[in-house]
């Protein structure tokens, strides 16, 4: 599939395209860029807490 990305757009302007090289990338990336694994989140901070629940519910509405 050939990408085009025009002049002055940043991203390619159809939706497969689009779609397409995204997907592609996040490969590229999960295969090549070493990320840790381990986070040191103190859970017992309420404003800690309510963050991650936060985020977690965007989340959770966003998959359905």
């Given at each position: 599939?050939?990408?085009e990305i025009l002049v002055g757009?940043?991203?390619?302007?159809?939706?497969?395209?689009?779609?397409?090289?995204?997907?592609?990338?996040?490969?590229?990336?999960?295969?090549?860029?070493?990320?840790?694994?381990k986070f040191d989140i103190h859970?017992?901070?309420h404003y800690v807490k309510d963050?991650?629940?936060?985020?977690?519910?965007?989340?959770?509405?966003?998959?359905?």
């Amino acid at each position: 599939m050939k990408i085009e990305i025009l002049v002055g757009k940043g991203r390619p302007t159809k939706p497969t395209q689009s779609a397409k090289l995204s997907n592609e990338l996040g490969i590229i990336t999960r295969n090549f860029l070493s990320l840790p694994n381990k986070f040191d989140i103190h859970l017992d901070e309420h404003y800690v807490k309510d963050s991650c629940e936060d985020i977690l519910k965007n989340r959770s509405r966003q998959w359905r």
